[in-house]
């Protein structure tokens, strides 16, 4: 049976995680800005921001006059207060970053991975990387909130396990997020890759990236969902096998053990240096992506795909003008990851500061308001 303490416990954390989210949108903001924003009644938004300045998240930044009667205190987010670290695990290396409470990277660090490595060689060059990574950037540990991985799928999110990842033998049903947790002794959050990355993208570009798809193309295809403003993982938190999807049904085998997948087809045609036929193939893929989902933004990133970007950027934006039934009324841009090759890092540290101080999915109680 809940108890009072723990209901209001979990008001507070969705009240203080509320206004911190929104904090992150502002460069300065009132108690009056944050009752507007998120409903909550004046005297609960007093409470919350005493509570945040005390743990040092939120600080004063002057008064503002509004005619007569007390001037209103200004508050500004403290981004040196807590930090995340971010992992992109690759097929040959893994790649970290260290950023700020506003997702701002601070510092990277890179470790290499042997072929088809084991879960215990992933954990060494990460607990490796992160010693490097702190002594470039050092900062106090205890403000440190987590650890993001963004990991190579088929992946169950829910349960922080990696099920079978494509083209590594050594990766059935482990249980990477508890593993991770235990080796560093750090909260974790593990994630698809890209999923991780489309995560980064809508921090980045704010509101008007409701709906939108992270495509990745680095030692595989993939694709991040950014669905009704969230990151969308699926029934089984397994979505984003884009690479799967089968547009040749007499097609070579795949790794997934299906034929024709526009992963195996795209790759083939790189292996005999015919970019441009790749670039294409992946352009088809993508409308077939945008006819399912009806999505206003596609991101282009990965290694592989920004090694040649001069070619795969105009056969796809060729594509969605072209080939997308209505495309004047069915608009879509098209556009190159800012973040280059920190994508899937820097959105896996964002999910971590998400999980800490983000809005919770799950709806909230009607009573929330009148607490604090």
């Not at 070619?311 to 594509?319: C, E, W």
Request: aromatic letters at 4%; one cysteine or more; proline letters at 5%.
């Amino acid at each position: 049976m809940d108890t009072p303490g723990a209901g209001l416990g979990y008001l507070r954390g969705y009240n203080d995680a509320l206004v911190v989210g929104l904090a992150r949108t502002l460069p300065e903001f009132d108690r009056a800005a944050v009752a507007g924003a998120t409903g909550l009644t004046p005297q609960a938004v007093s409470k919350v921001l005493a509570r945040l300045t005390g743990d040092g998240l939120i600080e004063p930044a002057g008064v503002r006059r509004r005619g007569v009667g007390k001037p209103a205190t200004i508050y500004r987010i403290v981004a040196a207060s807590r930090f995340a670290i971010g992992v992109h695990v690759a097929r040959t290396g893994v790649r970290l970053v260290l950023t700020d409470l506003l997702g701002t990277v601070l510092g990277r660090a890179r470790e290499p991975l042997p072929a088809d490595f084991t879960p215990d060689e992933l954990l060494s060059a990460v607990d490796s990387g992160r010693s490097v990574l702190l002594r470039d950037c050092p900062v106090d540990p205890a403000r440190i909130l987590g650890l993001g991985l963004g990991m190579v799928g088929p992946l169950d999110h829910a349960n922080g396990i990696v099920r079978d990842a494509h083209r590594l033998r050594h990766w059935h049903d482990v249980p990477l997020r508890e593993l991770a947790a235990r080796r560093l002794d750090l909260a974790v959050h593990l994630d698809k890759d890209v999923t991780a990355g489309v995560t980064a993208e809508a921090w980045r570009r704010g509101g008007d990236f409701r709906d939108g798809v992270l495509i990745m193309v680095e030692s595989g295809i993939g694709a991040g969902l950014w669905l009704g403003g969230a990151a969308y993982r699926g029934a089984h938190t397994n979505a984003g096998e884009f690479g799967h999807t089968v547009i040749q049904f007499d097609g070579p085998g795949c790794v997934c053990g299906r034929r024709g997948c526009l992963e195996v087809l795209h790759d083939a045609a790189v292996a005999r240096g015919d970019v441009a036929h790749a670039a294409r193939l992946l352009g088809a893929g993508v409308v077939n992506l945008l006819q399912t989902t009806d999505v206003g933004h596609v991101v282009l990133a990965g290694a592989d795909l920004l090694r040649h970007r001069d070619v795969y950027v105009p056969a796809i934006s060729a594509a969605v003008r072209l080939e997308v039934p209505r495309a004047d009324w069915l608009t879509v841009s098209v556009s190159v990851s800012a973040l280059g090759g920190d994508v899937i890092a820097a959105g896996a540290a964002m999910q971590v500061l998400n999980a800490a101080y983000g809005r919770p999915s799950l709806d909230r109680p009607a009573a929330a308001h009148d607490h604090a």
